[in-house]
């Protein structure tokens, strides 16, 4: 993992620069009103003055917010891009952290609880010197399955539940300089009791608008200059909509485009070549039954 890893708890941080080699050729489809909507609440939480602090533990709104939804569909693509933007419109003073879950589950009797409680405590300490933290706890499920899951290790189990309570001591009283983001793409996994303790539960996984597919094409095609007309969009749209490919479905599929254009003489054909890809390259979607099956029956 990048980062500064900060300590043998498994707390990781990015820095600003480093967020910004992340997206820096990055641009999402199909999410701005969720993005939108996220900021405007994390911009609402980071500047709440007493008497709005005091609407959020009327109704106990912690800053924790879970983005759920199937692989490849921007999640944690829009962390960063939200990082970024409440770095540049709300507060300079907030940094990123992640945790490496490798790291921070340790076989040892109880250690793994400890770490992920050291984790919160550091990131408490940050916040009470006047700085606000992002907090990306990626791929949630690698800790959080559910209690039921037999095959569940002590260490992942102690951890979980260290979560939940230092889930439950969020609260924007004492912590709304702490965001705490989760992310999963196989939510029915992870422990409702997780799931839960998320103060907003947000579904990723945008089906594009004939406007926004258009748009998406038109930033695929520039780097290899094509230009398809509207019919052609067309047919290419019906194919993603039949296929129902995920917006990164789309990219990957463009990545080999980009390479045939490179190293094979296809530049007579693109289209004959982008509609073989549509209609026959990888979908997400295809693979999640077989995936939710596999995982299933462990
Ligand atoms: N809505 C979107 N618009 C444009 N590109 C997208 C979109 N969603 C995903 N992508 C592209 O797909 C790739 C994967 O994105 P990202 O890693 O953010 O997805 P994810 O949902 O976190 O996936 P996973 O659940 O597998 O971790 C990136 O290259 C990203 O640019
Ligand atoms: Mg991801």
């Known amino acids: 993992m990048n980062g500064i890893v900060q300590g043998s708890s498994g707390l990781v941080k990015l820095t600003h620069a480093e967020i910004k080699r992340k997206i820096a050729y990055q641009k999402l489809f199909g999410l701005d009103e969720l993005q939108k909507y996220l900021f405007r609440f994390c911009k609402t939480i980071l500047t709440a003055d007493d008497s709005i602090i005091s609407h959020f533990r009327l109704y106990d709104l912690a800053p924790s917010i879970l983005l759920y939804g199937p692989p490849n569909t921007g999640k944690t693509t829009l962390c960063y891009l939200?990082?970024?933007?409440?770095?540049?419109?709300?507060?300079?003073?907030?940094?990123?952290?992640?945790?490496?879950?490798?790291?921070?589950?340790?076989?040892?009797?109880?250690q793994s609880s400890r770490n992920l409680e050291q984790i919160f405590q550091e990131l408490k300490n940050i916040c009470s010197d006047g700085s606000s933290v992002f907090l990306l706890l990626d791929e949630l499920d690698a800790f959080c399955m559910s209690r039921s899951r037999a095959q569940e290790h002590d260490a992942v189990r102690r951890a979980m539940t260290t979560l939940m309570l230092e889930l439950d001591k969020l609260h924007p009283s004492t912590t709304s300089q702490l965001l705490v983001f989760g992310i999963t793409n196989v939510p029915n996994l992870v422990d409702t009791a997780v799931v839960r303790r998320f103060a907003l539960k947000q579904y990723v996984d945008a089906h594009l608008s004939w406007d926004d597919f258009k748009s998406y094409l038109d930033y695929l095609n520039k780097p290899i200059k094509y230009k398809p007309n509207e019919e052609e969009l067309q047919k290419l749209y019906d194919i993603y909509s039949n296929r129902s490919f995920t917006t990164g479905d789309i990219k990957a599929l463009y990545k080999i485009l980009f390479v045939d254009v490179m190293c094979a003489d296809i530049s007579g054909n693109l289209l004959d070549r982008l509609i073989e890809l549509f209609e026959k390259g990888f979908s997400t979607r295809d693979h999640l039954s077989i995936a939710s099956e596999e995982l299933s029956n462990d």
């Open 82 to 110: 939200l990082f970024d933007q409440i770095k540049q419109e709300v507060t300079n003073e907030i940094n990123f952290y992640t945790v490496d879950v490798g790291q921070m589950l340790d076989p040892a009797l109880g």
